[in-house]
């Protein structure tokens, strides 16, 4: 049996960047004002341990900033901050953010040293007019040569991609998703744009030089691509921001933050896949679907909203749904 695992987040808020996307503002994406270091790291492990089983497997991440753009000084104090709980195998590995352009042998031989598993790249789009407006400092050929070369040495490789940034399109999103599976990653995060305060994309909102990229605009996007990625075998581990007490509480003033984000999507997959079993002949009457266990709830949606647009647009009685040994994410009407 696989053994359950456990992150052990730790937060580097824009240590190492060497631009300001315009998108961002990591300390109130993450919660966090205070930037890691030695003593913080094994408060935070030794907090984890007193709560995590022993039979989980426990990686240490460090999430924001671009962690191999930090002194290496600072590098190498946070990562053997780690590595007395990796000898006595307390922690079994270690996971950090970083960008395409801050990556190359030296680093990675450096990172494998002290048992960095997984590296994840803010990718973010693999269209160049998309990158430079929304500041981002690289090139999508940054992220395929970076890409290529952490596979190269072994590590896992996630990669991050946003939607409905400065410059996007849902056709440059869709894009972005394939390049991003021909670089055959072990997994993807998603992140919809969101309007930030006290970011450049703020103020370019508040100008109307941007347009916001909204909820329905993401559901109706991201559906598409949980689609595309599934059927290429890639999961998508995150899809949206993780929710905060800061981005509730009013520092996401726009776009796409919904802390249910990723239910929406797939229920919005369910809703696509529902329709394309109904037409207008079926007005008046009785539509039964079967769904994959477990998934009832996504298949009628939010607050019921797939069965209410269906009974709405195609006047049809009612619909229903059962369970069945389907595969993930498959419907059958019956």
């Known amino acids: 049996m696989t053994p359950r695992r456990s992150i052990i987040p730790i937060f580097v808020p824009h240590l190492g960047c ?37 039979s989980f497997e ?11 753009a930090i002194p290496v000084n600072q590098q190498n104090e946070l ?34 040293s002290f048992g ?54 849902a056709e440059k999103s869709i894009y972005t998703a394939k390049s991003i599976m021909s670089l055959s990653p072990d997994g993807v995060r998603i992140y ?5 305060k006290d970011t450049e994309l703020y103020d370019m909102w508040k100008r109307g030089e941007y347009k916001e990229h909204t909820v329905e605009d993401a559901v109706s996007l991201c559906s598409i691509l949980l689609d595309m990625y599934e059927e290429n075998n890639i999961p998508v581990i995150r899809l949206g921001l993780n929710p905060t007490d800061e981005l509730s509480g009013g520092d996401a003033v726009g776009g796409a933050y919904h802390p249910a984000l990723r239910e929406l999507c797939e229920g919005r997959r369910f809703l696509n896949r529902e329709l394309s079993f109904i037409s207008s002949v079926d007005r008046d009457r009785e539509v039964v679907f079967m769904v994959p266990r477990g998934k009832i709830s996504q298949a009628v949606g939010q607050k019921r909203c797939n069965v209410n647009y269906i009974i709405e647009k195609f006047g049809v009685k009612s619909v229903k749904f059962i369970e069945g040994d389907l595969p993930a994410g498959k419907i059958m009407r019956i």
């Open 18 to 54: 060497p631009h300001m996307c315009v998108f961002c503002n990591q300390r109130r994406i993450s919660g966090s004002s205070v930037p890691a270091d030695a003593e913080t790291v094994k408060a935070e492990i030794e907090l984890a341990l007193s709560k995590i089983p022993d």
């Open 58 to 68: 426990k990686t240490v991440a460090f999430y924001g900033g671009s962690f191999t």
């Open 79 to 112: 990562l053997l901050a780690v590595e007395p709980y990796m000898k006595k195998g307390y922690v079994n590995s270690i996971r950090l953010s970083t960008r395409p352009d801050c990556i190359d042998n030296g680093i990675l031989d450096r990172l494998y």
């Open 116 to 169: 960095v598993k997984t590296i994840e790249l803010g990718v973010q789009s693999m269209c160049d007019d998309v990158l430079m407006a929304s500041g981002r400092g690289h090139r999508a050929e940054d992220a395929v040569n970076a890409s290529k070369l952490i596979k190269s040495f072994g590590f896992e490789l996630i990669l991050q991609q946003m939607t409905g940034l400065p410059e996007d399109t």
């Open 192 to 196: 919809p744009t969101v309007i930030i």
